[in-house]
């Protein structure tokens, strides 16, 4: 995501905690992989999502979602498009899920493609 973002000349920040009020998360599901030693485990069960805080609330952007017009209301995320998700794609996950990558985003650099 880290050399996508550059390439697109967007002028990006990774944070540890919290969301981003306005940019990109990772959200990895949890499952039997959860505790795995592999490295790459968890990478195989997560999902990007865009994030964007309005006046109204946290919205979020899910490509699954493109049919309701992608942005839907956090609340509406978690509760409609997570568990269809999770049905359809990690029929082994829990449930649960925790954002693990963060980038907040802010415009585009000067001189981007």
Known sequence: MRAALDSAGAAWEES???WPS????RVAWHG???DDTEP???L???????THDRADGRW???????AQGGWLPAARWCGDCVPALLAACEPQATGAWRA??????DGIKKGAP
């Open 100 to 105: 693990v990558e963060r980038f907040a985003l």
């Open 60 to 66: 979020v952007f899910d490509g699954n979602a493109i």
């Open 22 to 25: 306005f940019g990109l998360v």
């Open 32 to 34: 039997p992989w959860w």
């Open 40 to 42: 790459f485990a968890r």
């Open 16 to 18: 540890q905690e919290g």
């Open 44 to 50: 195989r069960h997560s999902h990007w999502i865009a």
